[in-house]
T-cell receptor, first 110, second 115 residues
């Protein structure tokens, strides 16, 4: 079965500190994985995607994610949080559509 | 103009009313999708269509129907709206050429409130 689990529903960080948003997946074949961001009252914007090329994927706005097959994980990181990073983040696994996790709400405090 | 356009953006209706949410796209993609978003539940797939003659149910299709009027248009209908269909609805598209690796492109959402 294809599924995605986002391990934290809420993450709070201080501005300037690292961000870690965790995503585990279950897939019976080589996965394609995505991270999307949703700012308030907006649609979803693609941050980055893994499609069996390099395991370390760089995305927009300084975000990156590492695909670890042995850990079935695709965690999203950023070295230094900015206030504008406060948003909802969704991990997605490609099947006939995208199967999304339940989302992680990132709060960035001054 | 947005590549994926949803109308209306906001709608308040009453229980039992018929509602249609419309989606049009200028990306030239064959595949289109409808999702609903609820707090704490993420996005769940309602219906998807791989071309004009192909429509498939997603995980939560009960109470919904769709129509693919053309390659560029995909409408979602609630025949008799109920309060637990209050949610944010998203339309999305993807490219047929990269079915397993291609990203989805989303509209800005249609917020539906059923009283």
């Amino acid at each position: 079965a294809q599924s995605v689990t986002q391990l934290d529903s809420h993450v709070s960080v201080s501005e300037g500190t690292p961000v870690l948003l965790r995503c585990n997946y279950s897939s019976s074949y080589s996965p394609s994985l995505f991270w999307y961001v949703q700012h308030p009252n907006k649609g979803l914007q693609l941050l980055l995607k893994y499609t069996s090329a390099a395991t370390l994927v760089k995305g927009i706005n300084g975000f990156e994610a590492e695909f670890k097959k042995s850990e079935t994980s695709f965690h999203l990181t950023k070295p230094s949080a900015h206030m504008s990073d406060a948003a909802e983040y969704f991990c997605g696994l490609r099947g006939y559509a995208l199967n999304f996790g339940k989302g992680t709400s990132l709060l960035v405090t001054p | 103009d947005a590549d994926v356009t949803q109308t209306p953006r906001n709608r308040i209706t009453k229980t039992g009313k018929r509602i249609m949410l419309e989606c049009s796209q200028t990306k030239g993609h064959d595949r289109m999708y409808w999702y609903r978003q609820d707090p704490g539940l993420g996005l769940r797939l309602i219906y998807y269509s791989f071309d004009v003659k192909d429509i498939n149910k997603g995980e939560i299709s009960d109470g919904y129907s769709v129509s693919r009027q053309a390659q560029a248009k995909f409408s979602l209908s609630l025949e008799s709206a109920i309060p637990n269909q209050t949610a944010l609805y998203f339309c999305a598209t993807s490219d047929l050429d990269t079915p397993n690796t291609g990203e989805l492109f989303f509209g800005e959402g249609s917020r539906l409130t059923v009283l």
